[in-house]
């Protein structure tokens, strides 16, 4: 079965840091775009960005462009995202995410905490 196994998260200081990958199991990962999105703590979902199965084409929210990267290695099946000048409203649990005929799968997130 389709299985997003996200890992990476932790807690950096301010202007800090960290690289987030997903591992993706049960599906052909490399023909499914895929996407980060995010929750903080007592808000809604928050769309972080998209890549598309080749990894050529990404989108990103416009709040956080510049700062983050999407990327994906498909002959390991593996999504990142790349966060860098990290701000106390990064805080949030990040979630991989995929949609496979209509049906959206989710991982379980990882914590990013961004404090001093």
């Known amino acids: 079965q389709v299985q997003l196994v996200e890992s990476g998260g932790g807690l950096v200081q301010p202007g800090g840091s960290l690289r987030l990958s997903c591992a993706a199991s049960g599906f052909t990962f490399g023909s499914y775009s895929m996407a980060w999105v995010r929750q903080a703590p007592g808000k809604g979902l928050e769309w972080v960005a998209d890549i598309d199965g080749g990894g050529t084409r990404t989108y990103y929210a416009d709040s956080l462009k510049g700062r983050f990267t999407i990327s994906r290695d498909n002959t390991k099946n593996t999504l990142n995202l790349q966060m860098n000048s990290l701000k106390p409203e990064d805080t949030a649990v990040y979630y991989c995410?995929?949609?496979?005929?209509?049906?959206?799968?989710w991982g379980q997130g990882t914590q990013v905490t961004v404090s001093s």
């Open positions: 995410k995929t949609q496979i005929w209509g049906i959206d799968y």
